[in-house]
């Protein structure tokens, strides 16, 4: 079994080292980057941007672009909540709180060094982590039936609904709305057109890039423009000293590995993972630590551990999204809408049918947080300038971007059009808000869900106690119930609204 | 007493219009049992639980509007001119090719912002437009109509 995982990744990595894949993963991180670390502009965004780069190369090219993509996204967005105190996702929430404070410090560059480094320790035991229990949670999935199925997908809502900010009525709210734009198009089952307005060219359905790019990167514009600018700060100049200490290396070890190991677990986890694991990290290693009151004032472990569980997280997360098909945050969905466009169906069968490719993923990955280490600390000064960018100057390009994006992924204005239109909406949404995180989780699933509900109650013979009476469905749906438990409990919402509140804000 | 446009509100009524006309629009597909589901079934019942929590969150906003932080003023610029950017690009990019789409996404875009100059302006367009057609006619050959000739 161990000697298959070898030489299942020695397969993957004579793919994913071939000359050619090699300079995507490279492009790949270096455009997530340099787009990522941009204000206002968050790792979502940046991989629906870039997304469209990756449409004309073959499968296994465009995947793994994709990953290098992926990996700079989120790198990028650690450096901006950094130097900038400016989270572009929830997951990097806590990074802000040490590493802006190392950075006012004069340490940005050692803040830096350590999120790179152990984003790369956890990378590569993640990668480690799905070669093992990839196959083996793929050939568990070969068992569910579409009542497992339902049950993990409604449970992945949910925890994404317990986690996004505002209140979970509305983000329970924006989940369904989300199955319902989901369901757009024509029903697989009777072949009706559903809530097309009568538009020929909605039949297919609405296109996952074009809802992420109008709710995400055009909402999210209006919204940076709506603000009042030049209230930030950015430590900019004081970025020098970039090597971390002996002393820091000896001190961010421990929490590295522990961070990894909270992260990798929670990852699995479809629905948020990846911000309960940097969430958990944090509060454990100012747990064990000594020295707790360090925390908050610019402590290297407070970098370290969350960075590292987030990575950890980001990596295990492609188990689920790759084995079963079910994307756990909004992210993978984008990565797994990436798939589906090149034609391969993501579940079981994947491993079996693609190996050259899952495995070429797999090895790619760890590729791409190599590169990342590599790229980034030489680096690290030219994304500070580019941080520099004024947003007036930034935005019509992210505007042309995406419009160009949403056009070629089928060359139709509709498309174009509808973008404009969820661009609105989003805004809307935002200032209202509603987290958007469920809304797009839900549109991912919703037509999976639909279908699985379908088939288990022609399975059951319409009777809805199947949910509970099979026992693997049952234990989701359960963790989905205590989510929304610990929510209601008034202690347990108070830390998270604690803890988000810089991202609402 | 003065009505308080409150974030709650604002939410409570986006579910009411988007549940309920997902509702209303689907309420002409056949609804099945939930042992033979037929393609309204699905639309309808989330339609109208959206709209439940609508009307909760609306009445929520009503009774308690120190629940929930004000709206705040909408500026319509920035979001008129951004989705109208797009819009135009869809409009022009089939008709008169990638170049003037891009170029006039960048002038009207480029209102929602502060700041415009004409030489500005004039920048942005040519920088972007020719990063537009290098990058995407050129690196990545998809095959657009790029001048309007």
């Keep these: 079994m161990v000697s298959d995982v070898f030489a ?49 190369l073959p499968p296994e090219a465009s995947l793994i672009m994709l990953a290098g993509i992926y990996y700079g996204a989120a790198y990028g967005g650690s450096t901006t909540a950094i130097l900038v105190n400016l989270p572009g996702e929830s997951s990097s929430v806590v990074t802000c709180i040490d590493g802006y404070q190392m950075a006012r410090q004069g340490r940005a560059g050692a803040a830096l060094a350590i999120a790179a480094i152990a984003s790369f320790a956890a990378g590569c035991v993640g990668t480690v982590l799905i070669a093992l229990f990839g196959p083996l949670l793929g050939g568990l999935a070969l068992e569910f039936r579409s009542p497992e199925y339902f049950s993990l997908m409604l449970m992945a809502m949910v925890l994404t609904a317990a986690l ?197 993923l797999i090895a790619s990955m760890w590729i791409g947080n190599l590169i990342l280490v590599l790229l980034n600390l030489p680096l690290i000064g030219l994304w500070v300038r580019i941080l520099r960018v004024p947003y007036h100057v930034l935005y019509p390009a992210i505007l042309v971007f995406s419009s160009i994006g949403v056009y070629s992924v089928a060359s139709s204005t509709l498309d174009v059009l509808v973008a404009a239109v969820f661009g609105v909406l989003g805004y809307l949404f935002a200032r209202a808000g509603c987290a958007p995180a469920p809304f797009i989780l839900g549109f991912v699933l919703g037509p999976m869900i639909e279908e699985n509900f379908r088939r288990s109650m022609i399975l059951s013979r319409g009777d809805p106690m199947i949910f509970l009476v099979n026992p693997i469905s049952a234990t989701f749906l359960l963790i989905a119930a205590l989510a929304i438990l610990a929510m209601i409990v008034p202690s347990f919402r108070r830390r998270k609204d604690e803890a988000l509140q810089e991202e609402a804000a | 007493m003065r009505l308080t446009v409150t974030r709650d509100l604002l939410a409570g009524l986006l579910f009411l219009g988007l549940g309920g006309g997902a509702a209303l629009m689907s309420s002409s597909y056949r609804f099945g049992t939930i042992l033979r589901m037929g393609p309204g079934f699905f639309p309808v019942t ?81 920088v972007l437009v020719a990063i537009a057609v290098a990058i995407f006619v050129y690196g990545l050959a998809i095959p657009f109509k790029v001048w309007p000739w």
């Design chain 1, 8 to 56: 299942n990744l020695a397969t993957g990595f004579s793919v994913a080292f071939s000359p050619v894949n090699l300079l995507y993963c490279l492009l790949g991180v270096t455009l997530g980057t340099a787009i990522g670390v941009l204000p206002g502009v968050g790792p979502l965004v940046t991989i629906a941007v870039l997304l469209p780069l990756t449409f004309g």
């Design chain 1, 164 to 360: 996004a900010h505002g209140s979970l009525l509305t983000s329970i709210g924006m989940a369904m709305l989300g199955v319902i734009f989901g369901l757009v198009g024509t029903d697989v089952t009777t072949g009706v057109e559903r809530l097309t307005f009568g538009l020929s060219g909605l039949g297919d359905g609405l296109e996952f890039v074009v809802v992420a790019m109008g709710l995400f990167a055009l909402a999210e514009i209006v919204a940076n423009l709506d603000r009042p600018e030049g209230a930030r700060e950015v430590f900019t100049s004081e970025v020098t000293g970039l090597m971390p200490t002996r002393r820091d290396l000896r001190t961010a070890f421990g929490p590295i590995l522990r961070g990894t190991a909270i992260g990798s677990f929670f990852g699995i986890l479809p629905g948020a993972g990846q911000t309960i694991s940097s969430f958990a990290a944090y509060l454990f290693e100012k747990r064990v630590s000594r020295t707790p009151e360090r925390f908050g004032e610019g402590a290297i472990e407070g970098v370290a551990a969350p960075e590292a569980a987030n990575n950890a997280a980001a990596q295990t997360a492609f188990i689920p999204t790759l084995t079963l098909g079910v994307p756990g945050s909004a992210t993978m969905a984008l990565v797994l809408g990436a798939l589906m466009i090149q034609g391969i169906a993501p579940g079981p069968q994947v491993i079996v049918q693609h190996p050259t490719l899952f495995w070429g």
């Design chain 2, 46 to 126: 989330l339609g109208l639980m959206v709209a439940l929590i609508g009307l909760v969150v609306t009445a929520r906003a009503i009774v308690a509007p120190d629940g929930s932080p004000p709206v705040g003023t909408i500026r319509l610029r920035p979001v008129l001119l951004v989705s109208a950017s797009v819009v135009v690009f869809a409009l022009l990019v089939e008709r008169l090719g990638l170049a003037a789409a891009v170029a006039a996404l960048v002038v009207v875009g480029s209102l929602a912002g502060p700041g415009l100059t004409v030489r500005g302006a004039v920048a942005k367009v040519v």
